[in-house]
């Protein structure tokens, strides 16, 4: 016969141990939004939209995984002629769900040149910056790729008919990010989500449920890891600084040299990076002088993730990268992300050039 434990779990149904009280996200937001009493429920919808584009862009990434594979029935994957790109169906899905929840006025996408404006919820309080499949290059490998995501909160003077919202509401610091993180999809769906002066909690997408369950409550980076994640082709272009830090770590005075890992998704680096420790680091460089990533949508919203974790992220110049505000929407930004003692070194080494 079955047990119940003291906190209604039930365990000893057959011989697996089934834990009947776990935390989805649904459940999650919930209580969260329990905690603020004078939160309107607009933000809880909004993720609950959220949360179904990185179900449906799972989904997705599944199928089209499948379809390469097998070449299923309905697919043009011979000629690549009517089979949409995946970065366009995520992209379609991402901008879908977020008109339809209602709740965001103004929206910034990767694939997007301009911003999208929801004119036609004018009450919509929310801006949403994302980048709805990153690292797609490396889809047709097979490596994990990702959605990342950032939300800000409109002022009142924005908000009612015949008021105009444009990217001008957008450029600002990462400080000013109410919530943000990213979803990986690999093996099963990672969902990483933090708000302002929160903590960080990690998701799995149950697929038979369909629902993304608490698995990693209050992530922790370790302060230190030797591991180190950068495009090491680039070398050549890097700065003296650049390369004498990256010396250091492989050819150390005392201790043993660092790993290296590089998947060349950032999505899949900072989600390793966030378990393991170590750092992750696209440094600006000759070819590519304000750097590689941009800012409000892949920097500022990992950047909150990796310091309310206890990390720190930086850019080339050593600013606190949520400090860093964008002059334009896809402005760019060199980066330094992970563990605490780790981007110290990296500072450490800048101010060493610097003298
Ligand atoms: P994308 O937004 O065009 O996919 O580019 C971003 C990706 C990141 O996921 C990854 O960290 C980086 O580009 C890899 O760049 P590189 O191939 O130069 O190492
Ligand atoms: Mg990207």
Redesign the pocket.
Known sequence: MAETNGNGNTSGVGQEQINTDIITLTRFLTEEQTKHPEATGDFTLLCHALQFSFKSIAYYIRRASLINLMGLAGSSNTTGDDQKKL?VIGNDVFIAAMRGSGKCRILVS?EEEDTIVFDEFPNARYAIVC?P??????LDAGVS??TIFGVFKLPDEVLGPNKTVSAQHLLHAGTELVASGFTMYGASAQLVITMRGGTVNGFTLENSLGEFILTHPNMRLPTQRSIYS??E??TLYWPEWVKAYFNDLKFPASGNPYSSR?????????YRTLLYGGI?A?PADSKSPKG???ILY?CAPMALVMENAGGQAVNSHMERMLDVVPEHIHDRSGIFMGSHGEVQKVIDMYKKFSK
């Open positions: 970065d990767e980048d499949i990153d690292g797609s290059s490396n790729v990702g950068v495009n082709g680039n590089y998947i060349g998704s950032m999505v899949a680096d900072a992750f696209y590689k990533l941009r892949e």
